[in-house]
């Protein structure tokens, strides 16, 4: 029960790093969570008007996923890894330096899948962004990834991984539950890197 207990928190540490708070902050953009959805991840940090600054966050949120997944097989193995993977993914949507207020989770999701079976996650990539660039829609790319990513990873991996995914992206669907209702109403913004552009 140790290496579960550890791999709970090194997960949890390492997800709860706001990369996409102390890039904006470094920048003299100030706090992102004032601007858009509110939120410390990516597509909020595209509101800035700095798309390399969302692509640094986008990049350095699946690390930590990755990271946190890829320290716990290494140490204790695959399934106390899948621990690690979910600690990560929760830290970064509350992370406990800004008061439990953090992302939506996706870039996380995306690094922590790659690391436990990466063409799973090739194919939730290939998903978000087939549906990005047709809809420009993040919230719905993200949605429609996530919905489908138990499926395949029932058929190409295993039970295992089908629970991973299906924790996760319940999860995720709950973050989401703003833009779900928007979606519905048809109010969603789309992706535009347009300064302080809400949704």
Known sequence: MTQYALALILGYLLGSIPFGFLATNLAGLGDVRTIGSGNIGATNVLRTGRRDLAALTLVLDAGKGAV??????????????????????????????LGFRGG?????????????NWPIGLIFCATWLLILFAQRYS??????????????????????????????SIVLFITHR??????ARGTESKVSGKKNAKG
């Open 68 to 97: 946190a997944v890829l320290i716990a097989n290494w140490l204790w193995g695959y399934e106390v890894a899948t621990i690690a993977g979910i600690a990560a993914f929760l830290g970064h949507i509350f992370p406990v330096w």
């Open 104 to 116: 939506k989770g996706v870039a996380t999701y995306v690094g922590i899948l790659l690391a436990l």
């Open 178 to 183: 703003e833009n779900i209702v928007r979606l």
């Open 139 to 168: 919230s719905l790319a993200a949605l429609t990834a996530a919905a489908t990513a138990p499926m395949f990873a029932f058929a190409f991996s295993g039970v295992q991984l089908t629970w991973v995914t299906a924790i996760l």
